[in-house]
Nanobody, 115 residues
Framework: QVQLVESGGGLVQAGGSLRLSCAAS???????MGWYRQAPGKQRELVAD???????GYVDSVKGRFTISRDNAKNTVYLQMNSLKPEDTFLYYC??????????WGQGTQVTVSS
């Protein structure tokens, strides 16, 4: 079992930035890490992910604005969010998956962007 704890969410004005962090209780070496987001009553949507080799992928709506990164030594994954828009308002969840265990999800951190 791997526990994931997200932090860094909050309220920000449109055009602002936030950096989300996800700290894992165990090693993230070899795991694909990602960030999903979800609005009430909607399906969870993949925002960005990063493989153990460092390959990244993004949903089209955040390309050029969001950057995912990982620090294996700290067992932490980050999501730098710039040029935030009101439509980026969601509950953001951290995700872990590996060939040996998972998937696991964090409890989520709320991001609210005001216009």
């Amino acid at each position: 079992q791997v526990q994931l704890v997200e932090s860094g969410g909050g309220l920000v004005q449109a055009g602002g930035s936030l950096r989300l962090s996800c700290a894992a209780s165990g090693s993230i070496f070899g795991a694909t890490m990602g960030w999903y987001r979800q609005a009430p009553g909607k399906q969870r949507e993949l925002v960005a992910d990063i493989t153990s080799e460092g390959r990244t992928g993004y949903v089209d709506s955040v390309k050029g604005r969001f950057t995912i990164s990982r620090d294996n030594a700290k067992n932490t994954v980050y999501l730098q969010m710039n040029s935030l828009k009101p439509e980026d308002t969601f509950l953001y969840y951290c995700y872990y998956n590996s060939p040996f265990k998972g998937p696991y999800w964090g409890q989520g951190t709320q991001v609210t962007v005001s216009s």
